[in-house]
């Protein structure tokens, strides 16, 4: 009879393999699923029965030729049964490596011309050594392994062929398919044997791996029960004693003493008794355990307790305020105004309440409960003092204080807290805070209001809406909480930058009182009073050290520091400061012998003052308790100008319109006030046109189209200008600094004023700022931030202002020293602000 691998075909359909390549030499199952593989064994079993089996290179549900490896096992179906699904699950015995040489049919059924591959080098003497190698170290790989049965211990023994041998190892070993391809692949006995005595070496080593593993859990589970019993009996004893019998008794005893002190009622009352109750029969070992814990200790750390009647001082609140900032009237008022209701208030709810415990009656209830608390929002450029605003307004109150910041703030639950559905959840900030500061009375701040972002996480401003409700924030409900809380009597403070961000339903909860910007001269109250004297204590320098002149604080506030507040003018304080205190240092050891280059730190100067040090006697270092040098540093321009460099802002760029097409228009922003240099000018261009620049918005591009519209018809009417000029001739109006955004309307005027500037050819009148927005039919149109706006109009050296007629009103809120020497002229028509500008 002649052998079934001598009369196998030169033509083999091809069936995909996709979890791993199947090997010569073994009788297994395989299940077929694949409806273009089903047909390829359907058909084969009508047949001789022979097919090709090839792992796919590329895993896809049709596959083609270029889709298989090239190298795959020929095999005998022995016995098909059909599934129910449409698939069947044959039994086959595999004979022989092939290897495709190319398609006869490339799609499904795939059929493809192949060659059988042959064994090279299967009988040499390291060939019979490796043979042995392999059976040594899987027999002790299947000893130690249970998942490795007694028929494979069987097959391996009775296999004959060294060939065999490794196909059978490579099969059952857990390696990855593509090494097992690789296997497949090599014709080379000897290689091939090499090859899978690799792998079983990594098998081996992550069995001991995984052993080690074992050992250890089983050491913990020992300890742990060990552990387990000791407690037990440890808890046995302590309850003989009399004792609590462990750290979950003594927090239950704990939690009911202060839960029963609180008088809790109601809903309150049910809810804290429940978790309880839920807590005492919990297992310590449970992770709800540390989730119930956490909670009955956040309730029992807040402070439910009504506050202590309030100690108003308005001489000592109006002191504290004073002492602290300078100028801010508005809200030093606000605050006295605050504390004064409360005062009266609570004075009257004392005499009823006494008037009632005389008659013997019940005095609980709202209407008998301290002053709700107040909400107010500063708003104003950076650095004039929102945030140190909150710190003063505690003291005045003599309050706790508690600061956070919602800048960035993209996830609700930072306000309202996490709900108690996983362990690590915890209350929102304002529940933090409260228990914190251990007050249901404290002083609030919260930074940044105006920066806080809306993500899937949730909406931050929504939340806020109800903590900042006076009308609801009596029963204020935290997520994590979720019990009903009363943080009406909290004052918060709350900050921002502008208001165009904040949602209209959040404003409308709130007080605003805005901040302006500074102008010099409070600059140099607020230094001599607030920031010289700070600074010099932070450097260790005394006041008798450093002497400013008027002239030398205004220098730095004009042409160091222009900006609204005064963050950077502390900043250049400080730099002079650190420079002198250096000096100071440096002539300290001149005095006692000690050259300045001894200071350094790196390189050579180290090592010389190594080397001085180690010549000189001990007399010359400077001892630890030596005194300031006596040293007086006039601080003038000069020395200004040597420690902080040449004036980022000098008095020639103060802006001037000082040729025809330019007007100085007033703009308002998020860092305070500022002012806007409008040019325009004309080129010839055969079909005329209007050309805008300067990084302007959508809103200012349409202020500036109805700009030229009422220029042209001004140009045309009254100064003359043909009508067939802006035919011919293209106009540019540009807006200076163009990396930086502009939009609104209220340059509209000042556009309008460059372009009549440019087509009558005359300078405007000199030292002339305005602002507002202009309509079509000539009208000019209130606008909002006059108040920034005038400080940057004194900040330019300006002497006149147009204002719109119907920002008159808001003149009154100015203080005088920010309109000094500043002369307004509110107009309704642009033709009133050509009279004044283009006289």
């Known amino acids: 009879m002649v052998p079934l691998e001598q009369i196998l075909p030169g033509k083999l359909p091809i069936v995909s393999l996709v979890g791993r390549p199947i090997f010569p030499g073994i009788f297994t199952p395989i299940m077929i699923l694949n409806p273009f593989d089903v047909k390829v064994v359907e058909h084969a079993v009508s047949e001789d029965g022979l097919i090709g089996l090839v792992m796919l290179a590329n895993e896809v549900e049709t596959p083609v030729f270029g889709d298989f490896y090239k190298v795959g096992t020929a095999a005998k179906i022995v016995k098909k049964i059909n599934l129910p699904d449409g698939g069947v699950n044959i039994f086959i015995s595999t004979i022989k490596r092939f290897k495709i040489k190319k398609a006869v049919s490339a799609k499904n059924p795939v059929v493809a011309v192949v060659q059988y591959l042959e064994e090279t080098e299967d009988e040499t003497p390291e060939v019979k050594a490796l043979t042995r190698a392999l059976l040594s170290e899987m027999k002790q790989i299947s000893e130690n392994n249970p998942l490795f049965s007694e028929e494979m211990r069987l097959n391996m023994i009775n296999i004959d062929q060294p060939g065999k041998i490794a196909d059978f190892i490579a099969s059952i070993l857990n390696i990855d398919k593509a090494e097992q391809q690789k296997v497949l692949e090599q014709t080379n006995v000897r290689k091939r044997m090499e090859q899978v005595l690799v792998f079983i070496k990594k098998e081996q080593e992550l069995f001991r791996i995984q052993k ?7 050491d913990r589970l020992n300890k742990s029960q060990r552990e387990y019993f000791l407690r037990e009996e440890l808890k046995a004893i302590k309850t003989e004693l009399g004792m609590a019998a462990d750290s979950k ?126 909400i107010i929002c500063l708003v104003g450029p950076p650095g004039v003092g929102k945030t140190s605003v909150g710190k003063s307004v505690a003291r005045a109150l003599n309050k706790k204080f508690f600061r956070f910041s919602v800048g960035g703030m993209r996830d609700e639950a930072e306000i309202k807290g996490h709900r108690r559905t996983y362990i690590g959840a915890m209350p929102g900030k304002i529940i933090q805070g409260i228990k914190i ?59 921002a930058n502008t208001l165009d961000t904040i949602p209209p339903a959040l404003l409308d909860r709130m007080e605003i009182i805005e901040l302006p910007g500074y102008i010099s001269a409070e600059k140099l109250e607020i230094a001599k009073h607030y920031l010289v004297p700070k600074s010099l204590e932070k450097s260790g320098l005394d006041r008798r050290q450093v002497k400013y002149a008027k ?35 440096e002539e300290e050891g001149r005095e006692w012998g000690v050259e300045p280059e001894e200071y350094g730190k790196d390189g050579e100067e180290t090592a010389k003052a190594a080397r001085n040090s180690a010549k000189k006697p001990p007399s010359k270092t400077i001892p630890s308790n030596a005194q300031s040098s006596n040293s007086t540093f006039i601080v003038d321009k000069t020395l200004i100008e040597k420690h902080l460099g040449k004036p980022l802002f000098p ?80 106009i540019h109006l540009h807006i200076p600094a163009g990396a930086t955004p502009k939009d609104g309307p209220s340059a509209g005027v000042t556009m309008a004023v460059a372009l009549c500037s440019l087509f009558c050819g005359r300078v405007i009148t000199d030292k002339l700022v305005m602002t507002g927005e202009l309509s079509l039919t000539g009208r000019v149109l209130p606008i909002g931030g006059l108040k920034e706006k005038t400080i940057a109009a004194a900040r330019n050296k300006a002497r006149y202002v147009i204002i719109p007629k119907q920002n008159a009103r808001d003149l009154d809120e100015i203080p005088d020293i920010v309109k000094k020497g500043l002369e307004f002229y509110p107009v309704e028509f642009f033709e009133e602000v050509l009279r004044l500008a283009l006289p």
């Open 249 to 374: 008794t003594a927090d239950y005893q704990r939690f009911k003493e202060t839960f029963e002190a609180f008088h809790f009622e109601g809903e309150i009352k049910e809810a804290v008794q429940q978790e309880l109750e839920k807590f005492a029969v919990m297992e310590a070992q449970s992770p709800e355990y540390v989730v119930s814990r956490n909670y009955l200790d956040m309730i029992a750390s807040l402070p439910w307790e009504d506050p202590a009647p309030e100690q108003i001082d308005l001489a000592y609140a109006r002191k504290t305020l004073e002492s602290d900032h300078y100028g801010l009237k508005d809200v030093k008022n606000r605050i006295i105004e605050y504390l004064a209701v409360r005062k009266l208030r609570s004075g009257r709810l004392n005499s009823r309440r006494n008037a009632r415990q005389a008659n013997g009656a019940e005095t609980k209830g709202r209407e008998d409960s301290s002053p709700p608390g107040s």
């Open 651 to 730: 008095e020639s760029e103060i802006k001037k319109a000082n040729r025809p097409g330019m007007s100085i228009g007033l703009a308002w922003t998020s860092m305070g006030g500022d002012t806007l240099v409008i040019e325009a000018t004309s080129v010839k261009e055969a079909n005329g046109g209007f050309t805008l620049t300067g990084n302007m918005g959508d809103t200012m591009k349409e202020s500036a189209s109805i700009a030229l519209t009422v220029a042209q018809k001004i140009g045309i009417e009254q100064y003359g200008v043909d009508a067939s000029w802006f035919e011919k001739n293209r």
């Open 551 to 585: 002239e030398s604080l205004l220098h730095i506030a004009n042409c160091y520091a222009r900006e609204a507040g005064v963050r950077n003018f502390e900043k250049n304080l400080d730099k002079i400061h650190r420079k002198l205190a250096r000096e100071v240092i």
């Open 212 to 218: 080690r593993i074992t050992n250890e859990i089983n």
């Open 437 to 495: 500061t251990k007050t249901k009375d404290p002083v609030f701040m919260i930074d940044e209001i105006d920066k806080m972002a809306i993500s899937y996480h949730g909406d931050p401003a929504s939340a806020l809406l109800e903590a900042l409700d006076p009308e609801q924030n009596n029963s204020f409900r935290d997520h994590y909480l979720d019990l009903p809380f009363d943080i009406s009597r909290i004052f918060f403070i709350v900050t």
